[in-house]
């Protein structure tokens, strides 16, 4: 049977790219040099991204069993100038991680090129299954097992599956197979249809490959409702093997354990999620009563609370004076799914946010790559990771982190404008400038957040005029009133209009809003001693958020960061020296 995959020319990862062929490293188009044997340890590493490599492996590799080397000492040095040339650091590794008396990892996302420049990496799209029950009231039940064979293929490591947002844009599509994987950049898709009777399921899917457009494999399954999650879990391995992807341990591991279901929790469960995945308030109030529903009747379902968990972060971005709350609420869905289950990766990046929000920043860390762990293809997890380290000012590890998300959800809105304001906090306008007109296109609703961005990016430019054009225009249709005035009163300040910039902060009503905005005023006015207080008092009220939470990062306060006071602000915020 035909695989996805050809044989791999290139490497590329974060801004480096290896030549395997030649055995040349280059950093943004700059050659490194590095030894023969260091690049073949890399090839290993890198070829096996996310996967423990031996020492014994390397050693095998490298030298035969008659060499007569130090092979402890060789190694040890082959690692340490790979560091060397990544500027990678043993104690905090973005690259090479060392499992001690096991092996190396690399840590990092990693994209492979054959000799004509396609990817290596299997790819597919699992298309909405189609509800053949005649009901449009069961599609719920359809979207679910869409939902689910993404989740479950997207924990084989050396698979990329786009996300759900991605996919059910497609749902009712016309669209051919040709089309929808030259729109997402894959290799394969994979259709099925789903009919629910009494308690069976009956499932077809079938994986169809293009260049050239051929069916590689269709299968059958009829299954009793308990046993769907197992259901899910072999239509995975059987995708898996059709494309020949070699799963490791560790992919073996994530697709292991699991379980019957208690057929109205789940249900229950699928309901709530349907309604949570659409991301409104009006969902999101129902998506509580499914959860609890799904709870309620079986109190040892793992993936209810998780959900539920996650339902309590969205309810808190509509519900801002009750975001204490939930989010207390949240954590506690999040320990109680993780006691039941602890291989639930969304349970570990809604605790990480939870966490991020108490700016505990290495406990968030840890959740998030456990997250990553266990879901490798999870886009959530990847992108509010690398919104951690915009925060923490580790731009390249963002940068590739939030790639990583885009090529698994590449027509998510949300992903999209996360992307997007990585590029504000990496200071690099002129991208961030017309990347927001591409998102406009996306979504005309957001004509005045285009407007506000642009004027954002005029300010730190220095086109003053033109900035406080963009920012009065967003402000009238702006749904953020008091984030576009604030920016707009920051324009003012920098511009040297000091009165008019005071004039527009009376203009904002919230709080925390007014606290941080007067912080940005005295900022572009230069007048530090009152800067700094309103900083302080904006980091006591934590909020905005998440706007004071990435002080550290945020351009508009650059002009304060050689003051002693501002490592003092960010030790009140708990950042590490």
């Given at each position: 049977?035909?695989?996805?995959?050809?044989?791999?020319?290139?490497?590329?990862?974060?801004?480096?790219?290896?030549?395997?062929?030649?055995?040349?490293?280059?950093?943004?188009?700059?050659?490194?040099?590095?030894?023969?044997?260091?690049?073949?340890?890399?090839?290993?590493?890198?070829?096996?991204?996310?996967?423990?490599?031996?020492?014994?492996?390397?050693?095998?590799?490298?030298?035969?069993?008659?060499?007569?080397?130090?092979?402890?000492?060789?190694?040890?040095?082959?690692?340490?100038?790979?560091?060397?040339?990544?500027?990678?650091?043993?104690?905090?590794?973005?690259?090479?991680?060392?499992?001690?008396?096991?092996?190396?990892?690399?840590?990092?996302?990693?994209?492979?090129?054959?000799?004509?420049?396609?990817?290596?990496?299997?790819?597919?799209?699992?298309?909405?299954?189609?509800?053949?029950?005649?009901?449009?009231?069961?599609?719920?039940?359809?979207?679910?097992?869409?939902?689910?064979?993404?989740?479950?293929?997207?924990?084989?490591?050396?698979?990329?599956?786009?996300?759900?947002?991605?996919?059910?844009?497609?749902?009712?599509?016309?669209?051919?197979?040709?089309?929808?994987?030259?729109?997402?950049?894959?290799?394969?898709?994979?259709?099925?249809?789903?009919?629910?009777?009494?308690?069976?399921?009956?499932?077809?899917?079938?994986?169809?490959?293009?260049?050239?457009?051929?069916?590689?494999?269709?299968?059958?399954?009829?299954?009793?409702?308990?046993?769907?999650?197992?259901?899910?879990?072999?239509?995975?391995?059987?995708?898996?093997?059709?494309?020949?992807?070699?799963?490791?341990?560790?992919?073996?591991?994530?697709?292991?354990?699991?379980?019957?279901?208690?057929?109205?929790?789940?249900?229950?469960?699928?309901?709530?999620?349907?309604?949570?995945?659409?991301?409104?308030?009006?969902?999101?109030?129902?998506?509580?009563?499914?959860?609890?529903?799904?709870?309620?009747?079986?109190?040892?379902?793992?993936?209810?609370?998780?959900?539920?968990?996650?339902?309590?972060?969205?309810?808190?971005?509509?519900?801002?004076?009750?975001?204490?709350?939930?989010?207390?609420?949240?954590?506690?869905?999040?320990?109680?799914?993780?006691?039941?289950?602890?291989?639930?990766?969304?349970?570990?990046?809604?605790?990480?946010?939870?966490?991020?929000?108490?700016?505990?920043?290495?406990?968030?860390?840890?959740?998030?790559?456990?997250?990553?762990?266990?879901?490798?293809?999870?886009?959530?997890?990847?992108?509010?990771?690398?919104?951690?380290?915009?925060?923490?000012?580790?731009?390249?590890?963002?940068?590739?982190?939030?790639?990583?998300?885009?090529d698994l959800d590449p027509l998510s809105l949300e992903v999209y404008g996360a992307a997007t304001a990585f590029l504000w906090y990496a200071r690099r306008y002129d991208e961030l400038i017309s990347r927001c007109r591409e998102w406009v296109a996306r979504d005309p609703n957001l004509e005045w957040y285009y407007h506000h961005t642009r004027g954002a990016a005029y300010v730190q430019m220095g086109r003053h005029q033109e900035a406080t054009t963009e920012l009065r225009i967003a402000l009238k249709s702006s749904t953020l009133h008091d984030h576009t005035a604030t920016e707009l009163a920051n324009a003012l300040a920098v511009a040297g209009k000091r009165e008019e910039a005071l004039k527009m902060l009376?203009?904002?009503?919230?709080?925390?809003?007014?606290?941080?905005?007067?912080?940005?005023?005295?900022?572009?006015?230069?007048?530090?001693?009152?800067?700094?207080?309103?900083?302080?008092?904006?980091?006591?009220?934590?909020?905005?958020?998440?706007?004071?939470?990435?002080?550290?990062?945020?351009?508009?306060?650059?002009?304060?960061?050689?003051?002693?006071?501002?490592?003092?602000?960010?030790?009140?915020?708990?950042?590490?020296?």
């Amino acid at each position: 049977m035909a695989s996805l995959a050809p044989l791999l020319s290139r490497i590329h990862f974060g801004a480096f790219d290896l030549d395997v062929a030649s055995g040349e490293l280059q950093k943004s188009g700059i050659p490194i040099k590095l030894r023969r044997q260091a690049i073949e340890v890399l090839i290993m590493l890198t070829n096996r991204a996310g996967q423990v490599v031996t020492r014994e492996e390397i050693r095998e590799r490298l030298w035969s069993n008659d060499t007569f080397v130090d092979f402890e000492r060789s190694i040890n040095f082959c690692i340490n100038q790979i560091r060397g040339a990544l500027g990678d650091d043993a104690e905090k590794p973005r690259y090479v991680e060392t499992l001690p008396r096991r092996g190396y990892r690399f840590l990092a996302p990693v994209e492979n090129e054959d000799a004509a420049g396609a990817s290596t990496e299997a790819s597919i799209a699992v298309l909405p299954f189609t509800n053949l029950s005649g009901d449009p009231a069961q599609d719920y039940f359809a979207d679910g097992m869409t939902e689910a064979l993404i989740t479950e293929l997207g924990k084989i490591s050396a698979l990329r599956v786009i996300s759900r947002q991605s996919i059910m844009q497609y749902k009712g599509t016309n669209k051919s197979a040709q089309q929808i994987t030259q729109e997402l950049n894959v290799e394969g898709i994979v259709e099925g249809s789903v009919l629910r009777v009494g308690d069976r399921v009956r499932t077809t899917a079938q994986l169809i490959a293009v260049r050239p457009e051929r069916h590689l494999w269709a299968n059958s399954y009829d299954r009793e409702l308990r046993d769907v999650l197992e259901l899910e879990n072999e239509m995975a391995r059987a995708v898996a093997k059709e494309i020949k992807v070699a799963l490791t341990p560790e992919d073996e591991a994530r697709l292991r354990g699991t379980r019957t279901v208690n057929p109205p929790a789940h249900e229950a469960y699928l309901q709530g999620r349907y309604f949570l995945d659409r991301r409104t308030k009006a969902g999101v109030d129902k998506a509580l009563g499914y959860f609890q529903r799904a709870i309620e009747l079986d109190p040892t379902y793992a993936s209810a609370y998780a959900s539920l968990a996650e339902m309590f972060l969205v309810q808190g971005l509509y519900d801002p004076t009750h975001q204490m709350e939930l989010l207390a609420k949240s954590q506690a869905a999040s320990l109680k799914a993780l006691e039941l289950d602890d291989r639930l990766s969304t349970a570990h990046y809604t605790l990480a946010a939870q966490r991020l929000r108490v700016w505990n920043w290495s406990g968030c860390e840890v959740e998030y790559r456990r997250a990553i762990e266990l879901n490798p293809g999870d886009a959530t997890a990847h992108a509010w990771y690398a919104n951690l380290l915009i925060t923490m000012g580790r731009m390249s590890e963002a940068e590739v982190e939030m790639q990583r998300a885009q090529d698994l959800d590449p027509l998510s809105l949300e992903v999209y404008g996360a992307a997007t304001a990585f590029l504000w906090y990496a200071r690099r306008y002129d991208e961030l400038i017309s990347r927001c007109r591409e998102w406009v296109a996306r979504d005309p609703n957001l004509e005045w957040y285009y407007h506000h961005t642009r004027g954002a990016a005029y300010v730190q430019m220095g086109r003053h005029q033109e900035a406080t054009t963009e920012l009065r225009i967003a402000l009238k249709s702006s749904t953020l009133h008091d984030h576009t005035a604030t920016e707009l009163a920051n324009a003012l300040a920098v511009a040297g209009k000091r009165e008019e910039a005071l004039k527009m902060l009376d203009q904002v009503e919230d709080t925390p809003w007014r606290t941080f905005g007067a912080a940005l005023v005295h900022t572009g006015l230069g007048e530090s001693d009152e800067a700094f207080r309103s900083l302080q008092g904006a980091i006591e009220l934590r909020a905005p958020w998440p706007f004071v939470s990435l002080l550290k990062q945020d351009p508009r306060f650059d002009s304060l960061r050689q003051d002693p006071r501002f490592q003092d602000l960010l030790s009140l915020m708990s950042f590490p020296q």
